[in-house]
């Protein structure tokens, strides 16, 4: 008996370190269909007789005014300027969740994935530029470099239970990284010109965010309430605004208050005094008995990170709402005219062939040669074909290659070019990737095939 119960508990902690992330890819896996279901509803919108409403409505102005102080912005802007930021600001909680606790948090674990996001990333981009160097659409070679994790997870859902959990996790913190990869090459390469002056405001916010994660201040109102005005700051410095999402993101504090043992006892207490209050008459908390719960909701605030409360609060709604509402504004490519002819563009051809041949090779090739030079190894439970598989998925480029090329293109036949190339691209790798990893052994035995 005693035996059992010393071979129970890393099982139960091991589901306890699972918890969170499992519950960050079921809202993502959700959130790729809510997703597929915005796209369809934009091109079917972009496409009907109703098509000119489409352009009409997302460029209708939206201003908000505090005393002489007015921002405007059309809905289309409020939404990838605005929305947006808070989307970047779930990714940096991931980003830097990964590198506290999560598959990053290790050199040895994170060479693999970081690999895979490098070779992602550098492969598409040199494919594009080779067809389109001294080209009008030149400035679009960022756009394949992304990979939309909301969609590859969606996919690995439909599989099912044969999808090893180690392969999530794997195409989780390849994502991740590759989120990473994208802001900067937004902040590095999409960049308007910059005020200085704005740019220096942003960084006084900066380092006063920093400070105050540094003094012990956990109450997220305070990061929020400075958050916005860096968000203002790098909207007037010409760095595109979403970056400070994830700047944000990096000073959120990521330790609790209070300690997991202090929180037995406190609840513990807490319980017993409650108890001792009596019994609840018709429903109704006496003031003692009120005050005992109060306190047990703070004890419960304190003992989790204020990262892990803002990104377990933000996720669902990112996922199902901000990321949804980028794809019904953006997503709606008019698909009049000869279709084969708007394939052809260099532009469309670029980021095609950057997401559906330059993922794959990219991603497997780099983690091939991170094993093989002993950098790396393959984690439990995976083989190479399931590396091969999900280098597929990475060429699902939707929301961030979106994002990328409405900062690449001013003109509208390129930005509708790109548009198309990338979901012409993201329809070829969701299938051929759902294909091939159906195919593949569960969990029980893909490792054995390796």
Known sequence: MKQNTQQAQPEGSAKQLLRPFQEFVRAESFGGLVLLTAIVIALAWANSPWEESYHVFWETPLSISFGSATLSLTLHQWINDGLMAIFFFVIGLEIKRELLVGELASPRKAVLPVAAALG???LPAIIYTAINAGGEGAAGWGIPMATDIAFALGVLALIGSRVPT??????????????????????????AQVSWIALGVAGGILLALIIINKVGIRRPSVYIILGLGLWLAFLASGIHATVAGVLLAM?????????????????????????????IERGILSAPQRNVAEYLQQTRKAVQAPLQRLERSLTPWVAYAIVPLFALANAGVSLHGDIRVLALQPVALGVALGLVIGKQLGITAFSWLAVKTGLATLPDGISWRHVYGIAWLGGIGFTMSLFIAELAFNQDELLASAKFGILMASVVAASAGWILLRRLPGESTAHAAS
């Open 120 to 122: 992602g990333m550098l």
């Open 166 to 191: 180690s392969l999530k996790v794997f195409l989780t913190s390849l994502a991740i990284v590759d989120d990473l990869g994208a802001v900067l090459v937004i902040a590095l390469f999409y960049t």
């Open 251 to 279: 000073t959120i504090p990521a330790s609790a208050s209070l300690s997991a043992a202090e929180y037995v006892i406190q609840g513990f207490l807490g319980l017993q005094r409650f108890a001792e209050e009596g019994e």
